[in-house]
């Protein structure tokens, strides 16, 4: 029987759109807000309850709508901000296709009071159908409610990701949405809190900008932010950017602001990451906030459902505009530097002994061919291991190697008569121990208490998720505490973690954990992500004699594998022939 092919009905369509633009309740607070930004608003107020998907609430003092267009907006392809092909190339309106109001409709419960004088409309839907309508008092301006988000599309509901992930990304989207018009005020109520509160600003747009960032960058990096002010080729870029020595090991705070609207573009990270050359650890990203304004034909935003991403043409030029800004802020903040310098006063008595050299007609050639280093290398190895009689301490520890003679390990790991020396790598060691026990959480778990706790500055969203996860956070390991609207404390944690080892792993589960899911923490995908970021802590990490041995013991205590996480080999087993090779490197 074949299967002949028919037009969908219009509410199955609404529903397919809405897949495609509302995701989540974040799609939806994102599309609300810009339509009250269109509206010309001074002051939106953002109401949410369990994440949106109970109630989102949004208030403008904007222009309002007529009786006429308050029954055309829920209507697909209905919009006031593009009428030819032309428009849509130059728009410069937050929403312009006319579809999110139809996605939402068909996808919840929403309620609408708008009103151009003082005389409002005041409409009901259910699934896009009016099922209620009558004029009520109200100022200029609208309000719009959904409630029940997803009630009629189970699918989409149970695909969502956890609350507190949720309210971390409708902090995140009102934060990016305030960066663009600092004057125009935000407040951010969820859960009956007060999270977001902002006044407009009636100032110039970088200054304003400026002031509305301090509120999201941490405080360590907006002490030490570096300023951009720069144009050429008609591309003006301004904002901040962070000292190098206060960059991070995620991309978590970058605000990009592109002809006005915030979005995500992984080519433009790239190249301001680009553009800090050496300044920065290929490991870490800058922090930035930048505005960058450029021709219309240059960028294309209908490209994302929900207008996340953009479309950069032009490229070489966005590439070489953005090289040029950064080294002309850090070549600025060099000079102001330097001026500070000149400025200080130094003794008149300070002396400078230019120091002795033992040797000034020392030769390069002599260098190379003694070859001091390595042959001193080898001869250390080879008077330690090669006569392995003459042996008088029981292991050797260089970098994150420790060799020890078979004699001692006998009964622990099968030796055959010709093995002289087994080498442990420590940081396999290391890598295995600290993964089973973040991956077993508590069955493993013993935290060592710090003597002086750790001190983290991060932006309100990230406080928020922090705050309603601390369970799962001292699940994986940190014991972390809440202090301020911008800083936590990691009062304990794994043993043998150097405080920017604790730093770097806090911030790699931090952003695992918002973007899980599930409650299921360990999955496939990321049990090898964070063993490969462990693999990287232990491989730079400093092992004391003490520590060498205590995991050495673990190891042999607990022997259950012969290769790491990640497949590497923990130990390997040498003899004479295998000593001799290495040697001869």
Do not use: W
């Amino acid at each position: 029987m074949s299967k002949s092919i028919q037009i969908l009905d219009d509410n199955l369509i609404n529903k397919i759109a809405a897949g495609e633009v509302i995701e989540s309740p974040v799609s939806a607070i994102k599309e609300l807000v810009e339509n009250s930004i269109d509206a010309d608003a001074k002051n939106i107020v953002i109401e949410v309850k369990k994440s949106g998907l109970e109630l989102i609430r949004v208030e403008d003092d904007g222009i309002g709508m007529t009786k006429e267009d308050a029954y055309l907006c829920f209507k697909r392809h209905a919009t006031s901000k593009i009428k030819t092909f032309d428009d849509l190339v130059t728009v410069d309106s937050m929403g312009f296709r006319g579809e999110a109001l139809a996605s939402i409709a068909a996808v919840s419960k929403i309620e609408i009071k708008t009103s151009i004088d003082n005389i409002a409309t005041h409409l009901k839907l259910d699934r896009s159908k009016i099922i209620f309508e009558k004029e009520i008092a109200r100022t200029k301006g609208t309000t719009i409610d959904i409630k029940s988000l997803f009630f009629n599309v189970p699918v989409r509901k149970k695909f969502q990701k956890t609350l507190s992930h949720l309210n971390s990304e409708i902090i995140k989207v009102i934060n990016n949405l305030s960066l663009t018009r600092p004057d125009i005020g935000f407040k951010l109520i969820l859960n009956s809190d007060i999270k977001i509160s902002t006044k407009p600003q009636d100032i110039d747009k970088k200054t304003a900008f400026k002031n509305r960032i301090k509120n999201l960058l941490a405080k360590d990096v907006m002490k030490n932010a570096i300023e951009v002010d720069f144009s050429e080729n008609n591309i003006k870029i301004f904002g901040l950017i962070s000292d190098p020595n206060f960059s991070r090991k995620t991309k978590t705070q970058q605000y990009l602001i592109v002809n006005n609207r915030a979005v995500n573009s992984s080519i433009i990270s790239k190249f301001i990451k680009e553009a800090y050359f050496t300044r920065i650890q290929e490991s870490e990203y800058p922090v930035f906030a930048l505005h960058i304004k450029m021709p219309f034909h240059f960028v294309d935003v209908n490209v994302h459902p929900q207008k996340k991403e953009i479309r950069i043409r032009e490229l070489i030029f966005i590439k070489q505009a953005i090289k040029n800004a950064i080294d002309n802020a850090f070549e600025k903040k060099f000079q102001k530097d330097e001026k500070s310098v000149d400025n200080n006063s130094f003794s008149a008595d300070f002396n400078f002994t230019k120091p002795k050299i033992k040797n000034e007609n020392f030769s390069f050639e002599e260098i190379k061919k003694e070859n001091i280093f390595k042959n001193f290398e080898k001869q250390l190895i080879f008077e330690k291991f090669y006569d392995i009689e003459s042996l008088d301490l029981e292991f050797l520890k260089i970098d994150h190697f420790i060799f020890i003679e078979t004699k001692f390990l006998k009964g622990f790991l099968d030796i055959e008569e010709d093995e002289k020396i087994v080498v442990f790598d420590l940081s396999s060691i290391f890598l295995m121990s600290l993964f089973e026990k973040i991956k077993n959480k508590q069955k493993l778990l013993k935290l060592q208490t710090l003597l002086v706790p750790i001190s983290i500055a991060l932006n309100l969203a990230d406080i928020l998720f922090v705050e309603e996860n601390i369970q799962k956070f001292l699940d994986l390991g940190f014991d972390v505490r809440v202090i301020s609207k911008d800083q936590i404390l990691i009062d304990a944690t794994f043993q043998m973690l150097e405080k920017e080892n604790i730093k770097e792993l806090f911030f790699l589960i931090l952003e695992d954990l918002k973007h899980l899911n599930s409650t299921n923490i360990m999955d496939k995908t990321y049990e090898k992500k964070l063993a490969i970021q462990i693999s990287k802590i232990a491989k730079t990490k400093s092992y004391t004699d003490e520590e060498a041995i205590d995991l050495l013991s673990l190891f042999i205590k607990n022997k259950s594998a012969n290769v790491d996480p990640l497949g590497q080999s923990i130990f390997k087993k040498l003899n004479k022939n295998g000593i001799e090779k290495i040697l001869k490197g």
